[in-house]
């Protein structure tokens, strides 16, 4: 396990996946019944921006780093707010030092007795998100394989809740992991809302892992695709994608006011661009 979070912190990658999760828990906290988030691959839950391992990529520059100080249409910056909120919180009266990681976003927004379930495999990574989550009340952290994990913890006893699923995919396989583990979640937690994050790297695999997981059961999904840039060998990520499975009725509308503004926000060249396909299978796919 060598995939580090701390290098990436904040990035656009991380803007997308975040600015998503937010809106998910938004949606959810319409209700007043209490859900549960379950983070699978949670990381630290707290980047430095100014450590060592930010400093060496300076992604969070070009990603929170500009979403921060962006002036944005009044209807994009109001459905950004809780996730921003998240952000200027951690970081107090001072400038963007610190970046929060998807378990503490989550718990910010969640009510209190919504219930967070943070999972993470690294030793040294669990024992910094143990740290933070401790006594924090309604908070579980774990140190499992995020697939042990899913087994063991779907479907919740709220039956309501949001599953992220962001691995390192440091794995040649992780796409063929992805999709076997969520088929095993969708059969345990079917109305589950599922925000599942991949690398844009090779679009066909991508393109084979949505088909598989929509041919598993995944019945209503919406699958956004981000670009920042064309790829180049020396340039690193330049493209992502995120799959919501279940996702709550008015996301699409907010992204389709999201997306354009976190793509000029964000483009590293005038290639940047988005896209978002929508399904709702009658029966299955
Ligand atoms: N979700 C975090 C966030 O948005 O702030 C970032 C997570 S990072 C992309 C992926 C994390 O998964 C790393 O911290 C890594 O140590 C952890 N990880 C790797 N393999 C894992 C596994 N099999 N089960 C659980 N966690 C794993």
């Known amino acids: 396990m060598n995939y580090r979070h701390a290098y990436h912190a904040g990035n656009f990658a991380d803007c997308l996946k975040h600015v998503i999760l937010a809106r998910v828990i938004e949606h959810l906290k319409i209700k007043p019944q209490p859900f549960r988030v379950i ?28 979403l921060m100080q962006a002036t944005l249409p009044a209807t994009a910056a109001a459905l950004l707010e809780p996730y921003l909120a998240t952000v200027r919180d951690i970081n107090g009266s001072g400038p963007l ?12 927004l969640m009510r209190r007795d919504d219930q967070l379930v943070a999972n993470e495999l690294h030793p040294d990574d669990f024992v ?15 140190n499992l394989d995020a697939w042990v994990a899913v ?16 691995p390192p995919f440091e794995r040649s396989d992780e796409f063929d992991c ?22 844009l790297k090779d679009a066909r695999a991508a393109d084979r892992f949505i088909g598989r997981t929509r041919a598993a059961g995944a019945v209503k999904a919406l699958d956004v695709r981000f670009q920042i840039c064309e790829p180049a060998p020396d340039l690193g990520l330049t493209a992502s994608g995120v799959l919501i499975i ?17 793509s000029a926000t964000l483009a590293k060249d005038a290639s940047s661009s988005f896209g978002m396909t929508q399904w709702e299978d009658v029966g299955g796919a």
């Open 39 to 66: 983070d699978t691959h949670a990381g630290t839950g707290r980047y430095d921006l100014g450590g060592i391992e930010a400093g060496k990529t300076g992604e969070w520059q070009n990603g929170i780093g500009r």
């Open 97 to 108: 030092s610190v970046y929060p990681g998807s378990p503490l976003i989550a718990r910010s």
């Open 128 to 142: 910094e998100l143990k740290a933070l989550f401790h006594k924090v009340r309604d908070s579980k952290v774990l």
């Open 151 to 166: 087994k063991s913890l779907l479907p919740p006893k709220e039956r309501r809740g949001v599953v992220l699923i962001d």
């Open 178 to 199: 992805m999709a076997e583990g969520l088929e095993e979640a969708i059969r345990r937690f079917a109305s589950g809302v599922y925000i599942v994050w991949y690398p």
């Open 246 to 262: 279940n996702p709550p009725f008015r996301l699409r509308s907010e992204l389709d006011i999201l997306m354009p503004c976190l």
